[in-house]
Every structure is written in C-alpha cells, then in structure tokens.
C-alpha cells in the first residue's frame, strides 16, 4: 500500500534542529561508488533485513520514539515527487553528546571510527542548515503546481 511520509529535511524544519535518522543498505563495493545510487541499495531488502529489527528493538527497548521517513529532498530545484521507501527511519530526540541515551543509541549503531556496529545499518544525522535550502517546500501552495 502507497504511503504518505515526510522527508528528513521536512522534519528537521518542523523541529527546527538538527535530525538523525538510520538507513539500510550494503555497503558499495568501491569507496567511490554513491550508495543511494548503487545496485546493492535499489534491490537491499531492507523488510527482511535482521539488523533493521534488532535496531528498531532497541529503539522500543529505550523507549526512543522513531518514525519512518524519506531521505530528504534533493536541492537545486530537482523535486522528487514519488519514490521507493527503502527502510530509512528518523529518530525523535534531539543529537545531544552530554546526552546519556543519545550515548548509548551511538554507542550501539556505531564503532568508535563512526563505523556501523550491526551490518547494512548506517547512522546518521542531517543538520537543520541543509534541511533549510529546500523551505519554500513548506509554503502555501508550493506543491499545489506541481
């Protein structure tokens, strides 16, 4: 069934801060190769995908309220008006390192390196500035002509 979910930079704006969200997919084959844009992240599974559930346990476990999102939209007036849900999840708490939950969230998605802990899951977070460059998205009428 189709869903309506909000992008990361619509959230961002709405809580005005910066957000984090997680991602799911397998890791390109070259440094140089764009993970959105690689083979391995149109056909991940990430519905199957075992450290996708053992993430979201630990998020209910915490008690850390989560949502499922989009990426956020592109800028430079490319719009992308339907796209596939690829698993990606926003978390709802601010980014905080003198936060002892925000710690131990890091500390179980993450190496010390900033490295994924648990296979295909990626941290990250998505500052307020670039969710900015897309705020005439949120204008009366913005998407009325599209």
Same mark, same amino acid.
């Given at each position: 069934?189709?869903?309506?979910?909000?992008? +990361?930079?619509?959230?961002?704006?709405?809580?005005?801060?910066?957000?984090?969200?997680?991602?799911?997919?397998?890791?390109?084959?070259?440094?140089?190769?764009?993970?959105?844009?690689?083979?391995?992240?149109?056909?991940?599974?990430?519905?199957?995908?075992?450290?996708?559930?053992?993430?979201?346990?630990? +998020?209910?476990?915490?008690?850390?309220?989560?949502?499922?999102?989009?990426?956020?939209?592109?800028?430079? =007036? !490319?719009? !992308?008006?339907?796209?596939?849900?690829?698993?990606?999840?926003?978390?709802?708490?601010?980014?905080?390192?003198?936060?002892?939950?925000?710690?131990?969230?890091? =500390?179980? +998605?993450?190496?010390?390196?900033?490295?994924?802990?648990?296979?295909? !899951?990626?941290?990250? +977070?998505?500052p307020l500035e670039m969710a900015m460059k897309n705020a005439e998205h949120d204008e009366p009428g913005f998407w009325d002509n599209m």
């Amino acid at each position: 069934m189709s869903r309506v979910l909000q992008t +990361l930079d619509q959230i961002a704006r709405k809580k005005q801060r910066d957000v984090m969200y997680i991602t799911f997919h397998k890791k390109p084959e070259s440094e140089s190769a764009n993970a959105i844009d690689s083979e391995e992240f149109s056909s991940f599974d990430w519905q199957g995908c075992a450290s996708r559930k053992e993430a979201i346990s630990f +998020l209910e476990e915490h008690q850390i309220p989560y949502q499922m999102c989009f990426d956020a939209q592109p800028t430079g =007036g !490319v719009l !992308v008006l339907a796209m596939p849900y690829k698993g990606q999840i926003y978390i709802d708490m601010p980014y905080d390192q003198t936060d002892e939950l925000c710690n131990k969230l890091e =500390g179980y +998605l993450e190496n010390q390196d900033g490295s994924p802990k648990l296979p295909d !899951v990626y941290l990250w +977070l998505y500052p307020l500035e670039m969710a900015m460059k897309n705020a005439e998205h949120d204008e009366p009428g913005f998407w009325d002509n599209m």
